[in-house]
């Protein structure tokens, strides 16, 4: 298996534009977490998927934030406008459910906005 | 909301000692814990869990969970070099429509192993 998949490893943009992140978990699995990890704030859940349903998106800062699924096998996060605080690394983990605790991790987007 | 806590560290502990890593967390309704450990530039990965009080063993490295106290542990024997890394404490994040298994992590300890 080739694990969950993210693109792209690492997003340089400017203040104001679009940034979109890429995720394709591992097949079977049914639950989907964006998170996003900066020191000061560390391993932040952003929103989590179950069976490609958003279940809680609590944690999205604010409203320039959003996210899709739109099938089992493929999910975004889109910032809009990307501002510099956005910079951080974003993760998408993937989970085969049943209350495990056993997340896997994707590599991760390290997002530059200047 | 659920808080996880860990010191930041860096915790420097010299090879083949043991390091000890602690974790407190605020909500007594929590039933499961996990620990997660991340090196540098790389994503985090589960190394151990642990559902009831006491210990759990799992080669070189020892959970260790008092509900009372709310506190869990991880011990890892003779430490190594490679063993330098952040670990991760978390514990499971409810949501209202129940039956998740997303996770609420601490910031980190930052563990070095001193050759």
């Known amino acids: 298996d080739a694990g969950v998949i993210q693109s792209p490893r690492h997003e340089v943009t400017e203040m104001g534009q679009e940034v979109t992140l890429r995720c394709k978990p591992i097949?079977?699995?049914?639950?989907l977490f964006w998170y996003r990890q900066t020191m000061m704030r560390g391993l932040e859940l952003l929103i989590y998927f179950n069976n490609n349903v958003p279940i809680d998106d609590s944690g999205m800062p604010e409203d320039r934030f959003s996210a899709k699924m739109p099938n089992a096998s493929f999910s975004t996060l889109k910032i809009q406008p990307s501002e510099p605080r956005d910079s951080a690394v974003y993760f998408c983990a993937s989970s085969p459910g049943a209350n495990l605790g056993k997340l896997f991790f994707g590599s991760g987007t390290q997002l530059s906005v200047l | 909301q659920k808080e996880v806590e860990q010191n930041s560290g860096p915790l420097s502990v010299p090879e083949g000692a043991i390091a000890s890593l602690n974790c407190t967390y605020s909500?007594?309704?929590?039933?499961?814990f996990f620990w997660y450990r991340q090196y540098s530039g790389k994503s985090p990965e589960l190394i151990m869990s642990i559902y009831s009080n006491g210990d759990k063993e799992d080669g070189r490295f020892t959970a260790q969970l008092n509900k009372a106290s709310q506190y869990v542990s991880l011990l890892i024997r003779d430490s190594q070099p490679s063993d330098s890394a952040t670990y991760l404490c978390?514990?499971?994040?409810?949501?209202?429509?129940?039956?998740?298994?997303?996770?609420?992590f601490g910031k980190g300890t930052h563990l070095i192993i001193q050759p």
């Open positions: 978390a514990v499971p994040t409810p949501y209202s429509g129940g039956g998740a298994d997303g996770l609420t």
């Open positions: 097949s079977g699995h049914n639950s």
């Open positions: 909500d007594r309704g929590s039933q499961s």
